[in-house]
């Protein structure tokens, strides 16, 4: 088990773009939104990964992650076909 302190920040323009070396497709869908646990299939390539996301206690949350999860079941799933 993890903890996730999500960080926002604020950009002033788009000049970050030019430092960009590559950039991927990532395809994700949300198998719960219960504002107790987030339920998430997330596509990277060939690889899915299934995340579980507690509320929020403070300013961090229990993130639990399994990689390489079946892909075709996870693009069944998060109807993401």
């Given amino acids: 088990m993890a903890y996730e302190i999500e960080r ?3 950009l002033i323009n788009e000049q970050w773009r030019d430092e960009v ?3 991927f497709m990532l395809r994700q869908g949300y198998l719960s939104t ?3 646990a987030t339920v998430r ?3 990277k390539n ?4 299934l995340t579980i996301k507690s509320k929020n206690i403070g300013i961090r949350r229990n993130e639990f992650e399994w990689v390489s999860c079946i892909l075709w079941r996870a693009r069944q799933k998060a109807y993401l076909v």
Avoid at 46 to 49: D, G, I, K, M
């Fill in 8 to 10: 926002k920040f604020l």
């Fill in 46 to 49: 060939e690889q899915a990964t």
């Fill in 41 to 43: 299939v997330r596509i």
């Fill in 21 to 23: 070396e590559n950039s």
């Fill in 34 to 36: 219960n504002p107790d």
